[in-house]
């Protein structure tokens, strides 16, 4: 097996720190379900997460951001992520300045 293969071993948690990170994960997803109503409700709008990307928003996937926007399916999710030339896939926090700005500019138009 060569030295590219090899994976690291992954550090054993503590009860503690298990609790700990779950009480993370579970503020954060209830943050990230909180902004998602915001969304619906027109509360806050997506342009102004994607420009100042709230930290509970980092991991959040954009297509699923802009599914939470009211007028948004599928299709027309796809096809704005398209023109900005972002994968469906692509994280909040992983958008390149230029994705960033692209899809700041479409979404306030």
Same mark, same amino acid.
């Given at each position: 097996?060569?030295?590219?293969?090899?994976?690291?071993?992954?550090?054993?948690?503590?009860?503690?720190?298990?609790?700990?990170?779950?009480?993370?994960?579970?503020?954060?997803? /209830?943050?990230?379900?909180?902004?998602?109503?915001? *969304?619906?409700?027109?509360?806050?709008?997506?342009?102004?997460?994607?420009?100042?990307?709230? /930290?509970?928003?980092?991991?959040?996937?954009? $297509?699923?951001?802009?599914?939470?926007?009211?007028? $948004?399916?599928?299709?027309?999710?796809?096809?704005?992520?398209?023109?900005?030339?972002?994968?469906?896939?692509?994280? *909040?926090?992983?958008?390149?300045?230029?994705?960033?700005?692209?899809?700041?500019?479409? *979404?306030?138009?």
């Amino acid at each position: 097996m060569s030295a590219a293969n090899a994976k690291a071993p992954v550090p054993s948690l503590d009860d503690r720190q298990k609790r700990e990170a779950l009480a993370l994960a579970n503020q954060i997803r /209830s943050a990230r379900g909180h902004v998602k109503q915001e *969304l619906k409700q027109g509360v806050v709008q997506l342009a102004s997460l994607v420009a100042e990307c709230p /930290s509970c928003l980092e991991s959040a996937k954009v $297509y699923d951001l802009l599914r939470a926007v009211p007028g $948004y399916g599928p299709a027309k999710a796809n096809k704005l992520l398209s023109a900005c030339r972002i994968s469906p896939i692509k994280t *909040l926090a992983g958008l390149t300045a230029r994705q960033r700005r692209e899809l700041t500019q479409a *979404l306030e138009r």
